[in-house]
């Protein structure tokens, strides 16, 4: 077997850095900050059926907003850099830019349907809360579409094969991936919020 045309998903995290739980604590009260004092992203998720808040559609500015956020993308554009190192991308003169970054706060019950990030590059999410039932995040085979009449998988099919793939996160995990893959968040069976940042590369 030639395993050919992969879909490669970049997974670390930020919790064996120093004094990570001090910067996590920080992330998460920053997060609550925006959910509280954001009215229009509160109006965005209402007209939108958001179950809970997002900052995605009315503020672009979270790293020169506070400076967690801004040590958060110093970390992310490390990662970024790996990752698309191992994509074997060239990027000639130009670079990967971070160009949007939001929070998420996702309440019990809530989720987030199937999506792509047009626009970019690597795209992906550091999570920031996930208690007891918090949602994983699932991946969907870009192949999908084009399967026809194929029979479903066994149960027992190796994670590379399967239609579909559950990554369940922890505090401080990053997981990036490519901007065309579509994912979803399904609802959050946890009994507090589930709190994510996510974010957009592009090649600039």
Known sequence: MRQLFPTPVYESSL???????????????????????????????????YGGYTSYASLDDLPTRA???????????????TFAQELAFDLGRGRLKLDSLWVNILKPGAAHSGHI????????????????GASALKLEDPRLPLMMAAPPRRADAAEATRNFVYLTPRPGTVLMW?????????????????ISISFNYGWR
């Open 15 to 49: 919790s064996t850095d120093r004094s990570f739980e001090n910067f996590r604590s920080e992330l998460e009260a920053a997060c609550h900050m925006l959910g509280d004092e954001d009215t229009a992203g509160r109006a965005w998720c209402r007209a939108n059926g």
């Open 67 to 81: 400076s967690v956020f801004g040590e958060l993308k110093t970390k992310l554009d490390r990662h970024a850099r």
């Open 117 to 132: 990030h047009p626009h970019s590059v690597i795209s992906g999410t550091v999570y920031v809360a996930t208690p007891i």
């Open 178 to 194: 490519e901007s065309w893959l579509r994912h979803e968040v399904p609802a959050n069976r946890a009994r507090t919020d589930r």
